[in-house]
Nanobody
Framework: QVQLAESGGGLVQAGGSLRLSCAASGRTFSNYAMGWFRQAPGKEREFVAG????????DYADSVKGRFTISRDNAKNTVYLQMNSLKPEDTAVYFC?????????????????????WGQGTQVTVSS
């Protein structure tokens, strides 16, 4: 079992920045591929960014490419999402997710059904 806890959300003006953190506890964090998803009111939960269990591969939704950066620190059992140039349409609850990445050659997982563990989410609100 893996427990995930997000932090770092808040209210920011358009053009500003936030860094989200997701602290993991439980099993070996370094074996887990990680992802960030977000869900706006009335919308489906969507993929934002993913990072492989080795940390060498990342990928992003087109809507955030060039503005968001995902990274991980296995020594701290934490994955981060640095969000720059925020827009009002980035407003959502942001969730981190984890799944064992060592049993497959696929480095990044884009579908929420591919993840086994989820955090409770952190609210990000971007004002115009």
């Amino acid at each position: 079992q893996v427990q995930l806890a997000e932090s770092g959300g808040g209210l920011v003006q358009a053009g500003g920045s936030l860094r989200l953190s997701c602290a993991a506890s439980g099993r070996t964090f370094s074996n887990y591929a990680m992802g960030w998803f977000r869900q706006a009111p009335g919308k489906e939960r969507e993929f934002v960014a993913g990072i492989s269990w080795r940390g060498g591969t990342t990928d992003y939704a087109d809507s955030v490419k060039g503005r968001f950066t995902i990274s991980r620190d296995n020594a701290k059992n934490t994955v981060y999402l640095q969000m720059n140039s925020l827009k009002p349409e980035d407003t959502a609850v942001y969730f981190c997710a984890a799944r064992d990445g060592t049993m497959t050659l696929q480095p990044i997982f884009f579908n929420r059904d591919e993840y086994d563990y989820w955090g409770q989410g952190t609210q990000v609100t971007v004002s115009s």
